[in-house]
């Protein structure tokens, strides 16, 4: 466990890597729905190395920034509840789409958080921290738009998606933000953690040694 602790990033984007290498071999005998979606599951696991890696300080930012933490190493965010909210969101929310392709209110849910990433990492968070970047908006830049732009211009271009399915995606992933980003957080805080964030992992928002 305290290998996947600190390493479940990492692995993350190994796993990206091999998708992509995957998706470049046989991406010609996919059906252009099913590229898009392991191409957004790509984009997950780029944004949760880029927080929680490289460069990585997301959690500083989440701690300090956003909840004013007397404790920025472990609370509300630590290094065991940011694994484990992460890897529901990647290899639940945003690989069963890729499972059941045909079934278009599941895709759109992740699609919408990638495109709510914008804006709580371009603009709320920047806001928050007076910045013009903050870890994760690169991926959302630079994969959750441009993809997310594909998926919907695909779905509606080819007339597979339907009044049901933009009802039901929305509430699926409203459903998902709350219980997975909103009360995930909340559930898994405990000022007396031992699963602390490294000074690497707090970054600018490292505590000023007295």
């Given at each position: 466990?305290?290998?996947?602790?600190?390493?479940?990033?990492?692995l993350?984007m190994?796993?990206?890597?091999i998708?992509?290498?995957?998706?470049?071999?046989?991406?010609?005998s996919m059906?252009?729905?099913?590229?898009i979606?392991?191409?957004?599951?790509?984009?997950?696991?780029?944004?949760?190395?880029?927080e929680?890696?490289?460069p990585?300080?997301?959690g500083?930012?989440?701690?300090?920034?956003?909840?004013?933490?007397?404790?920025?190493?472990?609370?509300p965010?630590?290094?065991q509840?940011a694994?484990i909210i992460?890897l529901?969101?990647?290899?639940v929310?945003?690989?069963?789409p890729?499972?059941?392709p045909n079934v278009?209110?599941?895709?759109l849910?992740?699609?919408?958080?990638g495109?709510?990433?914008f804006i709580w990492?371009?603009?709320?968070?920047?806001i928050k921290?007076?910045?013009?970047?903050?870890?994760?908006?690169?991926?959302?830049?630079?994969f959750h738009?441009?993809i997310?732009g594909?998926y919907?211009?695909h779905?509606?271009?080819?007339?597979?998606?339907?009044t049901?399915?933009?009802?039901?995606g929305?509430?699926?992933?409203?459903?998902?933000v709350y219980i997975?980003?909103?009360?995930?957080?909340?559930w898994l805080?405990?000022k007396?953690?031992?699963h602390?964030f490294?000074?690497?992992?707090?970054?600018p928002?490292?505590?000023?040694?007295?």
């Amino acid at each position: 466990m305290n290998f996947l602790r600190k390493y479940w990033s990492d692995l993350g984007m190994l796993i990206g890597v091999i998708v992509c290498v995957g998706l470049g071999v046989y991406g010609n005998s996919m059906s252009e729905i099913s590229v898009i979606l392991w191409l957004s599951f790509v984009a997950i696991l780029v944004h949760q190395y880029e927080e929680y890696r490289w460069p990585g300080y997301f959690g500083g930012l989440f701690n300090v920034v956003i909840f004013k933490s007397e404790y920025p190493d472990h609370y509300p965010l630590n290094t065991q509840s940011a694994m484990i909210i992460n890897l529901i969101i990647a290899y639940v929310f945003y690989l069963l789409p890729i499972l059941l392709p045909n079934v278009i209110w599941l895709a759109l849910a992740p699609i919408f958080m990638g495109f709510f990433q914008f804006i709580w990492h371009g603009i709320f968070a920047n806001i928050k921290a007076k910045t013009l970047y903050n870890p994760g908006l690169f991926a959302v830049l630079v994969f959750h738009l441009p993809i997310g732009g594909w998926y919907i211009y695909h779905i509606v271009t080819q007339q597979l998606v339907s009044t049901t399915d933009w009802i039901l995606g929305t509430i699926y992933f409203l459903i998902a933000v709350y219980i997975l980003i909103i009360k995930g957080n909340m559930w898994l805080k405990d000022k007396n953690s031992c699963h602390s964030f490294s000074d690497k992992q707090l970054g600018p928002y490292k505590p000023k040694a007295m």
